[in-house]
C-alpha cells in the first residue's frame, strides 16, 4: 500500500520537477539565440531520444521478462520500414499488426 | 500540401497532425488510471499526478517504486530522470518558439510531451518560412488533441480499474509510438547516424540504474549528428575548392 502522506510528496514535487524540467531552456533562452555549436546539437534530439527510449524496450521487453522476443524484434522492424515510407499511422499499425499476427501465427515462439 | 494561411488554421493543422497519436495515448494513459489503482490510489490521486505531470513513463516509474515501498525521495529521482529528455525538447523548441510571451512558453512547457514535440519540430524544419505565431498556435493544436485524451483514458482507466488483457502485448504500444515518431525524422545522413549510435549507446548504457543509460545514449546521438554534419560540410568544401 502507497503512504498517503509519501504519495502527495512526491506527486506535488515530481509535477513542479517536470515542469522545470520542461521550462528549463524555454523559460530561460525566450527570443534570445541559442549558440551555433548548441543549435548544431539540438537539430538531433529527436532521432536521438526515441531511438534511445525504444532499443532497450524491444531487444528486452519486460513482458517476456526481459529475454529477446524474435516476434517483437520483427514487429519492430516492420513498424519502422512502413514508417519510413508511409507515415505514423500505418507505423502503428504495421507494428501491432505483426506482432498480433506472429503471435497468432507462431503461439510456441 | 495545402498552405496554412491563418493561425487558426495551424491550429488545426497541429490538432490533424497528432490525431494518429491517439492511437497510442489511449491504451497507455488507460494503463496508467488501471494500474494506479491497483496501486491502491484513489481517483483523485490518480488524476492529480496525471493532471500535474502529464508524462507517462515518469508517472508509471514513481507509482511503481512506491509501491515497493521505496523511499519518496528515490522515488522522484528516479521519475524526474525520466523526464529529464524533456530539458532537451525545451532547448530544441526554443529557435522555433523562443519568442512567445513568458506566460505562453510557461503553458507550452506544461504540455510538452514527446508526441507534440516530434510532430512540431518536423512540421517547423519543413516549413521554414512558417510565421512565429502559427509555430505557436500549431503546437498547441497538436496538444489541444493530446491532452483531453490523455486526461480522459486514464480517468476512464481508473474508473473501469480492470487489467487490459496481457494478450494484447499493449507494452509493446510504447515503442512502436516511439519508431512512429523516429521514422519521418531520418532527413538526412547525420540524422540516421545519430539514430543508429543512440540505440546502440542505449543498448551498452542499459544496465545504468534509474535509466540513466537513456541520457547517456541520448547525448551520443546527438554528438554523433552533430559531428557527422561537420564531416560531411567539410568533405563538401574540401570537394569545392
Known amino acids: ?109 | 500540401m495545402r498552405e496554412i494561411t491563418t493561425t487558426r488554421a495551424a491550429f488545426f493543422k497541429g490538432y490533424f497532425d497528432c490525431a494518429p497519436f491517439i492511437l497510442i495515448v489511449v491504451p497507455y494513459s488507460m494503463l496508467f488510471g488501471v494500474v494506479a489503482r491497483d496501486a491502491g490510489l484513489d481517483l483523485l490521486q490518480t488524476m492529480t499526478m496525471t493532471v500535474l505531470v502529464i508524462a507517462g513513463a515518469s508517472q508509471f516509474t514513481a507509482v511503481a517504486l512506491l509501491s515497493d515501498q521505496a523511499p519518496v525521495f528515490i522515488a522522484l529521482l528516479a521519475a524526474l530522470v525520466v523526464n529529464l529528455r524533456m530539458a532537451m525538447y525545451s532547448a530544441a523548441l526554443v529557435p522555433y518558439v523562443g519568442h512567445a510571451r513568458f506566460s505562453t512558453r510557461a503553458l507550452m512547457a506544461y504540455l510538452m510531451v514527446d508526441q507534440a514535440f516530434a510532430v512540431a519540430v518536423r512540421t517547423y524544419e519543413d516549413r521554414p518560412d512558417m510565421p512565429p505565431a502559427h509555430r505557436v498556435a500549431y503546437y498547441f493544436g497538436c496538444m489541444a488533441l493530446i491532452c483531453p485524451f490523455w486526461y480522459g483514458c486514464t480517468f476512464l482507466g481508473a474508473v473501469i480499474g480492470e487489467a487490459i488483457p496481457a494478450s494484447l502485448s499493449l507494452d509493446f504500444a510504447v515503442p512502436v509510438c516511439f519508431i512512429a515518431l523516429t521514422a519521418p525524422l531520418l532527413r538526412s545522413a547525420p540524422h540516421v547516424f545519430a539514430a543508429f549510435v543512440a540505440a546502440l549507446m542505449a543498448l551498452a548504457f542499459a544496465w545504468l540504474p534509474w535509466s540513466l543509460g537513456l541520457i547517456v545514449a541520448a547525448l551520443s546521438g546527438l554528438i554523433a549528428g552533430a559531428q557527422a554534419e561537420l564531416f560531411l560540410r567539410r568533405r563538401k568544401a574540401k570537394g569545392a575548392a
Open chain 1, 1 to 109: 500500500m502507497i503512504d498517503t502522506g509519501d504519495f502527495w510528496l512526491l506527486t506535488l514535487l515530481l509535477g513542479i520537477g517536470t515542469f522545470l524540467i520542461r521550462f528549463s531552456f524555454l523559460g530561460i533562452f525566450g527570443s534570445r539565440s541559442l549558440p551555433d555549436w548548441a543549435q548544431l546539437h539540438l537539430k538531433y534530439v529527436g532521432v536521438s531520444v526515441f531511438p534511445a527510449l525504444v532499443a532497450p524496450l524491444v531487444m528486452w521487453p519486460e513482458a517476456t521478462g526481459g529475454h529477446i522476443d524474435p516476434i517483437r524484434i520483427v514487429a519492430a522492424l516492420a513498424a519502422f520500414l512502413i514508417g519510413l515510407r508511409f507515415g505514423v499511422i500505418w507505423s502503428i499499425c504495421a507494428g501491432m499488426g505483426t506482432l498480433y499476427a506472429l503471435q497468432f501465427l507462431l503461439p510456441n515462439l
